[in-house]
């Protein structure tokens, strides 16, 4: 990410964002080979009842009742295809970390979206754009907005889904070919 670590963290502080979120993003850092592929998680923290004294700022749109969702997704991409056999295909396996707050009293959510490239963000204009569904990008009254942040989780849902069955076959694929290079003969007795 092209932020400092001060930076990141007055922002995220200003934002009120759960601190677990800091889990989900370091799995973005260098790494030598893609050692966290396995890191799946889900997060939630729920405020409804009234807040205690401080934690509501109305100017901001905030009443202290809100829940916040913490997950990440995986999906996959073909890198590149080799034109002599597909088993030389090379594939590769995507992250994105989503952070969602949603207040129940204003409306207001706050996204923050953590990708190494802007695939998502482009599907997230089409969605909320001029050609999108109304009820997609509608946000008058707080259901109107939950209803539009349901359809957001939704599209980073079908995001991570696309894809995976033709890397399953893939690996099916390779594997196959492999089992068949180290089948021994058979004997007849």
């Known amino acids: 990410m092209k932020i400092t ?13 759960n601190p677990i979120y ?6 973005f850092g260098a790494q030598s080979g893609p050692k966290d592929l396995r890191y799946s998680s ?7 009842q009234i807040p205690a004294r401080g934690s509501s700022i109305e ?33 590769s396996v995507r992250q994105a970390a989503i952070y969602h707050s949603f207040d ?5 959510t706050l996204w923050i979206v953590t990708k190494e490239r802007l ?14 569904r109304e009820e997609d990008k509608s946000f008058d009254t707080p259901e109107e ?6 359809s957001a989780h939704l599209l980073y849902c079908q995001w991570s889904t696309e894809d995976w069955r033709w890397y399953i076959r893939w690996l099916e694929e ?10 021994s003969p058979i004997i007849p007795l």
């Open 145 to 150: 907005c939950f209803r539009s942040s349901l």
């Open 119 to 132: 695939d998502i963000q482009q599907r997230f204009k089409e969605l909320t754009g001029p050609r999108g």
């Open 59 to 91: 100017e901001l749109g905030r009443s202290g009742q809100h829940f916040q969702l913490c997950y990440n997704l995986k999906g996959v991409t073909l890198k590149q295809k080799d034109k002599s056999h597909s088993r030389f295909d090379e594939w």
């Open 42 to 48: 889900f997060r939630q923290t729920t405020t409804i």
């Open 22 to 27: 800091s889990d989900f993003i370091l799995l």
């Open 104 to 108: 129940v009293v204003f409306g207001t």
């Open 174 to 183: 390779a594997v196959e070919t492999k089992a068949c290079h180290f089948q």
């Open 5 to 17: 670590r001060n930076a990141l963290t007055q922002i995220l502080t200003f934002h009120q964002v």
